[in-house]
């Protein structure tokens, strides 16, 4: 059975960084995996999205230059940090293609979350 356990979460001031890891158990080949997000009364929205084999990454604007897929472990390192990156972080994994979607319904495993919360 596949698992995605998230961490790395926490509460910091705007312009502070944090890494938010994933690890997948049950499961060691290939994939794509998403980083998603959801704030409070808001749908949940893609971050990033990137093929474990190498390229195909991709990042949402709100977060272009400011956020960085680490390619060896898939951590999702946040810099520059703003109020509005506030809300719970999920990682996901689709395990059936190589060219990676945006959309979150071609992701099948998920994890239970981690709360990022950054203050003004």
């Known amino acids: 059975q596949v698992q995605l356990v998230e961490s790395g979460g926490g509460s910091v001031q705007a312009g502070g960084s944090l890494r938010l890891s994933c690890v997948i158990s049950g499961y060691t080949g290939n994939k794509c995996m998403g980083w998603f997000r959801q704030a409070p009364g808001k749908e949940r929205e893609g971050v990033a999205t990137f093929y474990t084999g190498g390229g195909n990454t991709y990042y949402a604007d709100a977060v272009k230059g400011r956020f960085t897929i680490s390619q060896g472990n898939g951590d999702l390192i946040m810099n520059n940090l703003a109020p509005e990156d506030t809300g719970m972080y999920y990682c996901?994994?689709?395990?059936?293609?190589?060219?990676?979607?945006?959309?979150?319904?071609?992701?099948?495993?998920w994890g239970q979350g981690t709360q990022v919360t950054v203050s003004s």
């Open positions: 996901a994994a689709d395990f059936r293609r190589f060219l990676c979607s945006r959309d979150e319904r071609a992701y099948t495993s």
